[in-house]
């Protein structure tokens, strides 16, 4: 009867072992690369439009059994870039949207995704082959948002690229939203994009 309960508990803690071992290696955790990871932005007007940058940091991407699951991504809004523009005007637009007009820098200094939920796509294609949800804050509101993306995982690289539209207005981001202001008006929608790579760690 010993015989039979050391066994048992032999088979009980190697299936222990190995099934906490298989769990170590089907989760990792990814930090994004600082140098090839950024936002990139697209506003309009109706006879205009101004691009550029951010900044994008994370460093708890977590990926289990080849899915991401997880990941907060911070935005540093003081990194804010404008590509369209010639270098002496730039600082004149970077200012006003670092302004209460637009990201109010001062007393939001940061904005930030947290994902709650990636699925892949029924119909995956060569440009998205996930969906990826979570919640959005800026200007100290949050909201949750959606949008599809391509996400490839290869050995210790991960790579998330997405193309996606944002209504600024949601998260109180008002200024010059009437359309009443005819070539003044700044559209609501804002084009991001997200070139994101990150490295195991």
């Not at 990826?132 to 599809?148: A, C, E, N, R, S």
């Amino acid at each position: 009867m010993k015989k039979v309960f050391l066994s048992a508990c032999v088979l009980f803690s190697a299936l222990c072992f190995t099934s906490c071992e298989d769990e170590e290696v089907s989760q990792s955790t990814y930090a994004l690369e600082k140098s090839s990871s950024k936002v990139t932005w697209k506003g309009y007007s109706p006879v205009l439009f101004h691009d550029g940058s951010f900044i994008v940091q994370s460093q708890d991407i977590k990926v289990e059994n080849g899915v991401v699951v997880s990941g907060t991504f911070t935005i540093p809004i003081a990194t804010i870039e404008n590509f369209d523009l010639p270098d002496e005007v730039k600082p004149v637009l970077l200012e006003h949207l670092k302004s209460p007009d637009f990201f109010n820098l001062a007393l939001h200094p940061t904005a930030s995704f947290k994902i709650t939920k990636v699925q892949p796509l029924a119909n995956a294609s060569e440009g998205t082959n996930y969906t990826v949800t979570g919640d959005f804050t800026m200007l100290g509101q949050t909201h949750p948002i959606t949008f599809p993306a391509k996400i490839n995982l290869e050995g210790s690289n991960l790579n998330l690229e997405a193309s996606f539209k944002l209504d600024r207005t949601k998260w109180g981001m008002t200024y010059a939203a009437d359309p009443a202001l005819e070539e003044h008006h700044i559209l609501p929608e804002v084009d991001i994009e997200f070139d994101l790579t990150a490295q195991k760690k």
